[in-house]
């Protein structure tokens, strides 16, 4: 059995407001992340998860519960903490001042690094991330690719056991996407354990070991992508997309053969169904029978952004039809 690197145990956060009702972001989340593993950490906006992640990388106090980073608690004893963990942050945070050699070291210097042992780091990782020709230029002159290298790159200058990534590939095209996650993986292989915030459902789904989804400061699901998608009440999905949608549409559609659920998702009707083949003449015919026009049809498996969806969506949310 691996061996747990990061581990929360009912951590809790409220927040004061002016009606004198403390407000809950964070409500008790408990969950273990394995040394090794690429561990996704999903939730919409407003859900805690940001929250979360700044407690877990010691920017925020929490209110109670415990965080351990490789068995020590990180509440009790945040800076030797900080000696394990890396961040990347979403914002732009290098010092656009320096360039890119000096906030290497400047990072090193705060960890209490060698200064001998610091430039040779710098050199090793500015050739990995292909920052070597342009070490000498400030930051400020970096694209957001070379930045988002950067970023990384500093974050793991003292070798930290586990590094959070958040939103990592958010604004960069295709090509610098699949850069980063080559050397992320490569960083993995070398046995960093990597904590992934992303809104890309596909990066979780092809790259996690396990994933967490959580919603309105709770845990929603853990566990590796197939065991969230048997969560499903289905295996196939019929989206159907109709120049007329309404609501009661939703009600109408369960009556259909096959057919185990119905939710609208941005004016689309999606069918669950666990049927391998499900019955698309019956399906066609009701909706000729609405008087209404098919616009798109198409059926697809369940995806790890279907299971998000529906772990996270309120039903008058995913019913958001007139």
Not at 15 to 28: I, R
Not at 121 to 141: C, I, M, N, P, S
Not at 311 to 319: I, Q, S, Y
Request: proline share 3%; hydrophobic share 35%; glycine share 8%.
């Amino acid at each position: 059995m691996a061996e747990v690197i990061l581990r929360t145990e009912n951590l809790k956060k409220a927040y004061a407001t002016k009606s004198g009702k403390p407000h809950e972001a964070v409500k008790g989340i408990t969950m273990d992340v394995k040394k090794g593993e690429i561990f996704g950490f999903l939730g919409p906006n407003g859900a805690g998860k940001s929250t979360t992640i700044n407690m877990l990388t010691t920017q925020l106090i929490s209110t109670s519960g415990d965080i351990y980073i490789d068995g020590e608690s990180l509440v009790d004893n945040p800076a030797k903490a900080r000696q394990k963990i890396g961040v990347v942050a979403q914002h732009n945070n290098l010092d656009r001042g320096l360039t890119a050699r000096e906030n290497l070291i400047y990072h090193a210097m705060y960890f209490g690094i060698d200064k001998d042992v610091a430039n040779k780091r710098a050199d090793d990782l500015l050739e990995k991330f292909g920052l070597t020709d342009r070490q000498h230029d400030y930051v400020k002159t970096y694209s957001g690719g070379m930045a988002q290298r950067l970023k990384i790159a500093r974050a793991i200058m003292h070798e930290p056991e586990i590094i959070f990534l958040d939103e990592p590939t958010t604004g960069l095209d295709p090509a610098y996407r699949e850069i980063l996650w080559n050397q992320m993986l490569e960083l993995n292989k070398e046995g960093t354990t990597i904590f992934l915030t992303t809104h890309y459902m596909e990066e979780p789904e092809q790259l996690c070991d396990r994933v967490a989804i959580v919603d309105k400061g709770e845990m929603q699901a853990i566990g590796t992508v197939d065991e969230l998608k048997a969560m499903m009440p289905t295996n196939n999905i019929v989206y159907l997309r109709l120049k007329d949608m309404k609501e009661a549409y939703t009600e109408q559609a369960k009556e259909l053969p096959g057919i185990d659920d119905v939710t609208i998702q941005d004016g689309v009707l999606q069918l669950y169904t666990s049927e391998k083949h499900p019955d698309l003449n019956a399906i066609l015919n009701w909706v000729n029978e609405l008087g209404t026009t098919l616009e798109d049809i198409r059926l697809s498996q369940v995806s790890l952004n279907d299971v998000f969806i529906y772990l996270t969506e309120d039903k008058k949310e995913m019913k958001g039809a007139e």
